[in-house]
């Protein structure tokens, strides 16, 4: 079984930076793909940014230009986030997975781990 734990999730103003990191403990590891999803209360999750080993990212567009995602050892994920807008409020979760290929779709096909979330709020 994965473990995930992210941090960083912090309160700024717009137009503000934060980097949000996930380190993945247990087995297997150096799993296919990592990503970063987000969720709003009433709204369905969304993917924002996966990576997978070959370290070729795919982004959801609103955050193209803006956000930045990188894996450090095989089970860390950081997401670099600039510039940062209100609509980028919400709990953003740490998934991981080891499906075929990386996808911004949270179906389970793709991802098998989650992490608890960190709460980014951006103020207008």
């Known amino acids: 079984q994965v473990q995930l734990v992210e941090s960083g999730g912090d309160s700024v103003q717009s137009g503000g930076s934060l980097r949000l990191s996930c380190t993945a403990s247990g087995h297997p590891t150096n799993n296919a793909c990592m990503g970063w999803f987000r969720q709003v209360p009433g709204k369905a999750r969304e993917g924002v940014a996966v990576?997978?080993?070959?370290?070729?990212p795919i982004y959801r567009d609103d955050v193209k230009g803006r956000f930045t995602i990188s894996r450090g050892s095989p089970d860390t994920v950081s997401l670099q986030m600039n510039s940062l807008e209100f609509e980028d409020t919400a709990m953003y979760y740490c998934?991981?997975?080891?499906?075929?290929?990386?996808?911004?779709?949270?179906?389970?096909?793709?991802?098998?781990?989650w992490g608890q979330g960190t709460q980014v709020t951006v103020s207008s």
């Open positions: 990576i997978g080993r070959g370290g070729d």
């Open positions: 998934a991981a997975g080891n499906a075929d290929s990386c996808s911004l779709s949270g179906a389970y096909y793709y991802w098998q781990y």
